[in-house]
């Protein structure tokens, strides 16, 4: 059984850092892309960083060169560094992992349960 557990959400004031952890767990093969997706209330899931195998990363617009996304291959762990937070960047933070959980396998998508971050004015 594979897990995503995320770590290190919390309340913090506007201009404040957070990090952002998550940790995959089980039996898989190998893991692809690692990402964080946000939904505030009342709104859609939304990408807000991804990155691949090789580190190759994207960013949501919203949040370019204030969040920085990074992997451990050897942990299994995906980072999400959160700098100059805004109330706007309230919500709940998802950790996604497309991983193969045998090699013959087509990559599947997990989430994690989701920390809330939220970003006081």
């Known amino acids: 059984q594979v897990q995503l557990v995320e770590s290190g959400g919390g309340l913090v004031q506007a201009g404040g850092s957070l990090r952002l952890s998550c940790a995959a767990s089980?039996?898989?093969?190998?893991?692809?892309?690692m990402g964080w997706y946000r939904q505030a209330p009342g709104k859609q899931r939304e990408l807000v960083a991804r990155?691949?195998?090789?580190?190759?990363?994207n960013y949501a617009d919203s949040v370019k060169g204030r969040f920085t996304i990074s992997r451990d291959n050897a942990k299994n762990t995906v980072y999400l560094h959160m700098n100059s937070l805004k109330p706007e960047d309230t919500a709940v933070y998802y950790c996604?992992?497309?991983?193969?959980?045998?090699?013959?396998?087509?990559?599947?998508?997990?989430w994690g349960q989701g920390t809330q971050v939220t970003v006081s004015s």
């Open positions: 990155i691949n195998s090789g580190g190759n990363t």
């Open positions: 996604s992992a497309d991983l193969k959980r045998n090699w013959y396998e087509v990559p599947v998508e997990y």
């Open positions: 089980g039996s898989f093969f190998s893991i692809n892309a």
